[in-house]
């Protein structure tokens, strides 16, 4: 199984649907982040979360929010998607001895109609 | 705030015609210097760490090397299978150690 698990893969929707792309990890790592990945704009910090009771911005959190419901979930919510929200998005972990480096999810591949 | 600029965005090889990638940053105290691979479809791996200028780290036909300004990662006699984007992010010394990420070069090698 894979450290960092994110479902869905993929999503199809529409216009204003409200939308919850789930991350969980099994490495222990405490902190957790989403990212989203445009073409030709790299990786763009969402939320990160360096414990439980921990929440907070990165560079484009507008139109979206964030839930840490236990260390190892992080779950990242679109509550009224639109098209320009179309994108690749990644969940990642650190921690441990290598707190410096991220593991990543495989992504969740989204499309706003 | 912090800057990483990579280049070149694309770059067409060869198999076996050696290269570099560069990425140039801008940080007020630099923490540590990452290297990333991405495949298609997939996440971004770890590749490198790199901390103080004139450190250098390899890993079969990549080698990453990183000054005061800039870090590169070179591709010696690459193989199709080393096809990938390649991620440089950097980590400030101050504030919350989020790192920052450049762009990307798509690496592509022809057999």
């Known amino acids: 199984d894979a450290d960092v698990t994110q479902t869905p893969r993929n999503r199809i929707t529409k216009t204003g649907k409200r939308i919850m792309l789930e991350c969980s990890q099994t490495?222990?790592?405490?902190?957790m982040y989403w990212y989203r990945q445009d073409p030709g704009l790299g990786l763009r910090l969402i939320y990160y979360s360096f414990d439980v009771k921990d929440i907070n911005k990165g560079e484009i959190s507008d139109g979206y929010s964030v839930s840490r419901q236990a260390q190892a979930k992080f779950s990242l919510s679109l509550e009224s998607a639109i098209p320009n929200q179309t994108a690749l998005y990644f969940c990642a972990t650190s921690g441990g001895a290598g707190a410096n480096v991220l593991t990543f999810g495989a992504g969740s591949r989204l499309t706003v109609l | 705030e912090d800057q990483v600029t990579q280049s070149p965005e694309a770059l067409r090889l060869q198999e076996g015609e050696s290269s570099s990638l560069n990425c140039s940053y801008t940080?007020?105290?630099?923490?540590?210097l990452f290297w990333y691979r991405q495949d298609p479809g997939k996440g971004p791996e770890f590749l490198f760490t790199l901390y103080s200028a004139g450190e250098e780290k390899e890993k079969e036909r990549l080698k990453a090397t990183l000054t005061k300004k800039e870090s590169f990662l070179h591709i010696t006699a690459p193989k199709p299978e080393d096809s990938a984007t390649y991620l440089c992010a950097v980590q400030a010394s101050g504030g919350s150690y989020i790192p920052t990420f450049g762009r990307g070069t798509s690496l592509i090698v022809h057999p």
């Open positions: 490495k222990g790592h405490d902190r």
């Open positions: 940080v007020s105290g630099l923490r540590g």
